[in-house]
């Protein structure tokens, strides 16, 4: 794991060191919520994350050990990307992050085209409530 100098033993501070950039938690719910796998999939979110950056993203996630990876197919570089139990732990993480931005940020709505296995994981609310 990439080590770098905490700012102070704080848990905020620090869990924002690691996961407060504008793209580790949209990678972590793309996984988490729409079932994403692959690196071509990521692309495809609206956000338009660069491939450099996921791919930056995406090992930062398997040293953190929140993400693993296997490969899909004889082509060593193709990979299935899956949220570790640590990284699943987040889950509340994220849901409270939705939930107070459906709240508090107008026009905010949770997209509706998951996967069906998905959608029992996505906060619990709709655009409405």
């Not at 501070?13 to 729409?34: A, H, K, N």
């Not at 979110?45 to 090992?59: D, F, M, Q, V, Y």
């Amino acid at each position: 794991m990439m080590s770098q100098p905490r700012r102070s033993p704080c848990p905020v501070s620090c869990t924002l060191d690691l996961l407060g950039d504008r793209w580790t938690l949209l990678v972590i719910r793309d996984m988490m919520f729409f079932g994403k796998q692959r690196f071509e999939e990521f692309l495809e979110s609206p956000e338009g994350i660069s491939t450099n950056i996921l791919a930056n993203r995406l090992k930062l996630l398997e040293e953190l050990g929140l993400v693993e990876k296997q490969p899909y197919s004889s082509h060593a570089r193709r990979m299935n990307y899956h949220l570790t139990e640590k990284g699943q732990s987040l889950r509340p993480v994220l849901r409270v992050i939705a939930l107070w931005g459906l709240k508090h940020i107008t026009d905010t709505q949770i997209p509706w085209n998951q996967p069906a296995d998905a959608e029992s994981s996505a906060p619990a609310t709709s655009p409405a409530d």
